[in-house]
């Protein structure tokens, strides 16, 4: 039996489970592709026992007419739109009658797919009104994903089946988000789709930290990226990205340190100067986190991790966790949400890192590797570093590439995509984070000197793991 044929059989098996649930009752509503999640449930036996209602409303004037005007028809505000008339047409019409053994779910979405003449890009919002037990006050789940394939089939396959695990996912896996998000990936190519953002709200989630949620979402594969704002909100990254200018800064930020926000200052005030005034004020700064740099051992630390979250959040960071590890790919990813400048704020350390070989294994090599990184108006913005042997003070003006890179260094500097950032704070530049580490470890509270107070919560995990 091909992988394709096993995916139809596990998919369908999933679809007929929902069908002889007699607690699941609800309506689907799809718009933009075909009705793919709700044939499902019709080619599975006992439609009848789950399927109340479908509808596709394509026509711009019948969706208005049904949902209310909207600016951009495939968005999450649509999507609200969609789940609210659903809901409670549902609940009007059936509440009374059946209410009292039923949990009631409307599932909508709302696509823009491979069309005639159409080169992308191709993305979905899906989401579920549904409740956690009969009577209850509704919940809501959303997610949103982007179609990678120019394959109208393919897409339409795509959409059915994760319709399907969706549900599957919300009725039967909620009491372990792993489980929760790898089903919501079961039994589908990961070529063929990104899922980049997923929240729970409403009633049974006002604690829920969708921090977590996301962080699944990376670890399980299904997303390269996952952002929160300085409100602890996940942001769906096209929405929060979209036509902004980005200072981003790497690093595992345990501990988060002085240094690391003072050369993020100097770094935008830097970037300022190219930006014109009006651009100025959409600027964000995004401190990124590699998933790796969350792990002990094999798991991630989730209070470990909501630490270094809350830390950066209190100092009005948005923060990023990837499962990235070349500065290229960070590249590429950022482009594909804006195409405004986009600083990569680093030290001569990491830039360092940059001209190893190990950065240059993607075909083309280093020559390539480059090209990717500063795509569009992409550039490094790098800071200083001092020798603690010498007291050689290195900036990027004075950097000594390796020697088969020298001139390719300067001919990235003569063309502006390496940007030398003045700073010059001696005392924070003689400490590095593991001499803060070290610090900490040993009870030394001169490193209260060189972490702000809104970090001060992670020194207990730093001392935990000694």
Known sequence: MSSVTQ??????????RINMDKQCYGSFAEIGAGQETANWFFRSSGAAGTVAKTISAYDMTVSDSLYGPVKRYVSEERLKQMMECEYETLINHLGEKRGKDTCFFAFCNT??????????PWAAWIGVRFQLKPEAPPSDFVLHVRLLVPDHDIQMRVLGILGVNVLYSLFYKRERMDEFVLNIGANLDRSFYEVDFMRFSGHGFSMFDNRILALQLVQSGLSEAT??????????????????????????????????????????????????????SREIDICEISLSNLLRGRDVDLLDFIDRADALAALGKTVMVTNITHFHRISTLLNQYTREPVAIALSIGLLNEVFKEKWAD????????????FVNRTKFYVTPWINRKTGEFVTATTYRAPEKYHYLYRHLCANGDIVDVPYFNQKLLFQTPRDIIRMIRADDEQWKEYVPEQAYRMVEHIKESN
């Not at 993607?362 to 990184?373: N, R």
Request: glycine share 8%; proline share 7%.
């Open 7 to 16: 995916s139809l059989a596990a998919t369908q098996e999933k679809a007929f």
């Open 111 to 120: 696509v823009k797919c491979k069309g005639y003449r159409d080169n992308g």
């Open 227 to 280: 952002l929160f704002c300085p409100d602890g909100t996940v942001a769906q990254p096209a929405d929060l990205l979209y036509k902004r200018p980005i200072v981003l800064m790497r690093g595992s930020f345990l501990p988060l340190c002085k240094i690391h926000m003072e050369m993020m200052d100097s770094v935008r005030s830097k970037f300022y100067e190219s930006l014109p005034e009006e651009q100025r």
């Open 362 to 373: 993607t075909p083309g090599g280093i020559l390539a590797t480059m090209g990717h990184i």
